[in-house]
């Protein structure tokens, strides 16, 4: 079964991705609000003007190691015959942890004192905000035709397995195959 890497990784789909993802962030920050809100955009836009286009070289950055991260609840989705957005709304915890654990691991390697001091003043209220998010990532990655494709096909062979499955714990392997579509 193709990954989220291989469908939304690669040309020209990424930059589309890129693009999406992009608006998502600035959609996120834009609807938070009180104290940590005015945070949360105050150090936004401290990370913006460090110069143009910074936060998509950043979000670039992480996408592969995102897209692989969330793979695995893809691929659950996929077995379960479910969307994969609203699978990835569901589990948000899991969701947070696993983004998480990327960008703790890519802020540790900052070279930029900014960036460093200020994803660490944020970082503590960083899986509220995320699992927050988790909505908007599963229509995201819902978005995009290569990805809805492949679901909508991987999601039609998962059904029908289960079926054959069903069929199987009441019936003999021969009453299975006279009921199957000839090919």
């Known amino acids: ?7 939304l990784g690669g ?6 991705v890129l693009d999406d993802a992009c608006r998502v962030l600035d959609e996120e920050v834009a609807d938070k609000g009180g104290l940590s809100g005015l945070a949360i955009k105050g150090a936004y836009g401290l990370v913006k003007g460090i110069k143009p286009g910074f936060v998509r070289e950043v979000v670039d950055s992480l996408l592969d190691d995102f897209l692989r991260c969330l793979d695995p609840l893809y691929q659950e989705a996929v077995a379960k015959g479910i969307r994969p957005g609203s699978h990835i ?81 009441k019936r003999s392997l021969r009453d299975i195959l006279t009921r199957l579509p000839e090919a």
Do not use: C
């Open 1 to 7: 079964m193709p990954t989220l890497s291989d469908m």
């Open 11 to 16: 040309s020209p789909k990424r930059q589309q």
């Open 89 to 169: 709304q569901a589990n948000s915890d899991r969701v947070a942890d696993a983004l998480l654990a990327v960008t703790d691991g890519k802020a540790a390697r900052a070279q930029r004192a900014i960036i460093k001091s200020t994803y660490e003043k944020l970082r503590p209220t960083a899986k509220k905000q995320v699992q927050a998010a988790a909505p908007r990532l599963g229509a995201l990655l819902e978005r995009h035709p290569g990805f809805r494709t492949r679901w909508s096909e991987a999601s039609v062979i998962a059904r029908y397995l289960s079926v054959i499955r069903r069929i199987a714990e």
